[in-house]
Every structure is written in C-alpha cells, then in structure tokens.
C-alpha cells in the first residue's frame, strides 16, 4: 500500500513562492517511478481543481491554465518525492494541495488510486 504526504505549505504574501513536496512510502522497487503524480487543490466551498501532473517513465508534465507559467512540477525518483514549485502566488491560490498518484497521468481525480491528506496554503498580506 503506497501512502503520500505532503509538506510545504504555510502562509505567504502575495507575490511570494512556496515549494510543496509529495513524498511517497511503501511502493517496493522502484515503482513509484512507474507511477504518475498529480497535485490537485481544494478551496472552502469550491470543488477540487487540477493544478499539475507529471508521467511516471516519461516525466511529462501538465499545467491547468490557472497556474500555467507560474507553476514547475517536477520529481526525484530516488527520493520517492514530486515537487510542486508555486511562484507568483496570488490569493486565490489559497486552498488545501493533495497529491495523488496512480497509473496514467490525467486531469481526472477519480483515476488517481492513492491520495495524500494534504497541506494547507494560505496566501494573504
């Protein structure tokens, strides 16, 4: 069973950058490789929105348009870590950030298998 954590949020000004990690435990041999990752945010009483993605093998990468320019979203096998680089930030950027990871890299939450319990980013002056 793959968990996820992530870490990286916190308050900051508008303007500002923060760096969210997903960090993955319990997938044997290398597999998390294999895996696609994605981050999705949360706002209070809004639905869940895809932020970005990244392919397992291939490391290609996609951006929702809400973030695209202002977001890099990488990955570190080796450490079982993808990164999601928020530069920019703006108000409504404020939301809960989960990663998730599954087989395919998509825009669609349902088709991601395993989900972190997430980090909370607030940005406000």
């Known amino acids: 069973q793959v968990q996820l954590v992530e870490s990286g949020g916190g308050l900051v000004q508008p303007g500002g950058s923060l760096r969210l990690s997903c960090t993955a435990s319990?997938?044997?041999?290398?597999?998390?490789?294999?895996?696609?990752v994605a981050w999705f945010r949360q706002a209070p009483g809004k639905e869940r929105e895809f932020v970005a993605a990244?392919?397992?093998?291939?490391?290609?990468?996609k951006y929702a348009s809400s973030v695209n320019e202002r977001a890099a979203i990488s990955r570190d096998n080796a450490k079982n870590t993808v990164y999601l680089q928020m530069d920019a930030l703006k108000p409504e950027d404020t939301a809960v950030y989960f990663c998730?990871?599954?087989?395919?890299?998509?825009?669609?939450?349902?088709?991601?298998?395993?989900w972190g319990q997430g980090t909370q980013v607030t940005v406000s002056s």
């Open positions: 319990g997938a044997s041999g290398g597999t998390f490789s294999t895996y696609a």
């Open positions: 998730a990871a599954g087989g395919i890299r998509t825009l669609d939450p349902s088709l991601y298998v395993y």
């Open positions: 990244i392919s397992g093998r291939t490391g290609l990468s």
